[in-house]
């Protein structure tokens, strides 16, 4: 069944006649993915790709009611314009791509999609959401996900790791159900609890991987959650930024900060070992761990 998008997904991009926006709509849909129309006020009437072009989200669902997918490379001093505009319009799922938006913009639409019911993935540092060769929502690299389908889900703070732990799974015949990149900031609309929480219920994910990094307390909270029982299946973690000094941010990602003795590599590892997770040190040793657990 995958989780988030599937073959039924279909994709609205906003900010589509961007540089970013446009390449990335291309490589979606050489993918696959159902990317049936595109919003960049000004720009009505145009195509990209073959993607028809209107000024308003509400103009792209009048013309095409099935959306239910926006994916937003609008400029950060733009972007929570942008973000409103489609949860207001009733789409359910919003992956935003967009860098650099400001914590305040952020923290006040991701509340605000949480009250109406809408899942946000990012916003910042986040590379989407794939089920490979079902749907690539974001900027993950095709050709790493040509495995269809697969046992094992994966939930990912870091864009790179997800791409090189995806490519070890495959390329040791492992596939993936889902691969979710949340993103690396202090303010994000999904985190990995909910994320694993899709996974629990997801028949078709048997196997969990959790790539965590240094700051914040999510994998500490996630460790608690999985203590008390309610995650039934494998999950292997594993956790960025162990060389790190404590006060130093690692490269772009302002949620991954050490300070005043909470969020550190130890922290983060213990509490995932004190509940029987077992943590890699390295990227490749995922698929060893995973396939201790694979029968």
């Known amino acids: 069944m995958a989780i988030l998008v599937n073959e039924?997904?279909?994709?609205?991009?906003?900010?589509?006649?961007?540089?970013?926006?446009s390449r990335?709509?291309?490589?979606?849909?050489?993918?696959?993915?159902?990317?049936?129309?595109?919003?960049?006020?000004?720009r009505g009437g145009q195509t990209v790709h073959g993607v028809p072009v209107f000024d308003t989200?509400?103009?792209?669902?009048?013309?095409?009611?099935?959306?239910?997918?926006?994916?937003?490379?609008?400029?950060?001093?733009?972007?929570?314009?942008?973000?409103?505009?489609?949860?207001?319009?009733?789409?359910?799922?919003?992956?935003?791509?967009?860098?650099?938006?400001?914590?305040?913009?952020a923290l006040r639409f991701v509340n605000y999609a949480k009250r109406k019911g809408v899942t946000i993935i990012g916003p910042p540092n986040c590379p989407g959401v794939v089920s490979p060769l079902r749907s690539k929502v974001g900027i993950l690299p095709n050709h790493i996900y040509t495995k269809s389908g697969g046992p094992v889900g994966i939930v990912s703070?870091?864009?790179?790791?997800?791409y090189e732990i995806s490519y070890h799974l495959t390329q040791a015949g492992?596939?993936?159900?889902?691969?979710?990149?949340?993103?690396?900031?202090?303010?994000?609309g999904t985190d990995t609890l909910e994320v694993v929480k899709m996974f629990e219920e997801d028949p078709e994910t048997k196997y969990i991987v959790v790539i965590g990094e240094i700051g914040g307390t999510m994998e500490e909270r996630l460790a608690k959650y999985?203590?008390?029982?309610?995650?039934?299946?494998?999950?292997?973690?594993?956790?960025?930024?162990?060389?790190?000094p404590p006060g130093k941010?690692?490269?772009?990602?302002?949620?991954?900060?050490?300070?005043?003795?909470?969020?550190?590599?130890?922290?983060?590892?213990k509490a995932f070992q004190e509940v029987n997770v077992p943590v890699a040190r390295t990227p490749t040793e995922v698929v060893k761990l995973i396939k201790q657990y694979i029968r």
Request: no cysteine; charged share 15%.
């Open 226 to 244: 999985i203590g008390s029982g309610k995650v039934t299946k494998p999950v292997v973690a594993y956790i960025s930024g162990r060389t790190a």
């Open 57 to 105: 989200v509400e103009e792209a669902l009048r013309k095409f009611p099935d959306i239910n997918t926006s994916i937003i490379f609008v400029p950060a001093q733009f972007a929570a314009d942008s973000v409103y505009e489609a949860i207001d319009a009733g789409i359910k799922l919003i992956v935003i791509i967009t860098e650099h938006i400001p914590i305040h913009d």
């Open 174 to 188: 492992i596939g993936q159900s889902t691969v979710v990149g949340i993103g690396g900031d202090p303010i994000i």
């Open 8 to 21: 039924n997904t279909k994709v609205l991009v906003q900010g589509i006649t961007g540089r970013e926006g």
């Open 249 to 269: 941010r690692m490269g772009g990602h302002a949620g991954a900060i050490v300070s005043m003795g909470m969020g550190s590599y130890e922290s983060k590892v």
């Open 157 to 162: 703070r870091s864009g790179t790791l997800t």
């Open 24 to 42: 990335h709509t291309e490589y979606m849909l050489q993918y696959g993915t159902k990317v049936v129309a595109g919003v960049t006020p000004g």
